[in-house]
């Protein structure tokens, strides 16, 4: 049937195909949410919200804006920078977490999505700092994570730094830009493979 046809075509599970079919037809589902009820759907609000925090610092902060320069030598034009959603993450130790805690979201879900790290004492950060960021999206173009390229280097920090395994969120189950390739692969029957984001 046409659950099962989406399922396999997007790969995605039953209830996430539902709510995609749904969405397209206009349709409103309700009683049926096994998402909300394990919290993933927080974590994919919370994500899409740290993604546009991101976006805003890449194209207004000061060095937000020396970062998009530094992109746009690389080739990059900005309908490109746009489409990608590609932004940039303060050099500070809480800006994202405070932006997002006043959006009503919690430490708990701040630090389950994998936007801040806890530590042994119980403070927290954020994870991405001074890089510029790469929302990871899921098959059907949700922001699960992040690939954060170091911008503001202290000389001891990865070039690289990527979310960590989250609900939403499994490195080795997610092919970075497949969102946006898949039906470009379905129709031709080929893809290219390259190794990192800017490739």
Known sequence: DHFKFVSKIEGLEFPEALRLLAKKAGVEVRGFDKEASSGK??????SE????????????SDNGKKAL?????RGLKNDTIREWRLGYAPNTWNALRSFLKNAG????DIIKAGLAVQKDNGESYDRFRGRIMFPISDSSGRVIAF?????????KSAKYLNSPDTPIFSKFAVLYGLDKAKESIRKNNFS???EGQMD
């Open 105 to 108: 979201y919690g430490e708990g």
């Open 147 to 155: 690939s954060g390229r170091i911008f503001e280097d202290d000389g």
């Open 49 to 60: 919200l740290a993604a546009k925090f991101f976006e805003k610092q890449l194209w207004e």
């Open 41 to 46: 759907t927080k974590l994919y609000s919370v």
């Open 69 to 73: 320069e530094y992109l746009r030598g």
């Open 192 to 194: 290219i493979l390259v």
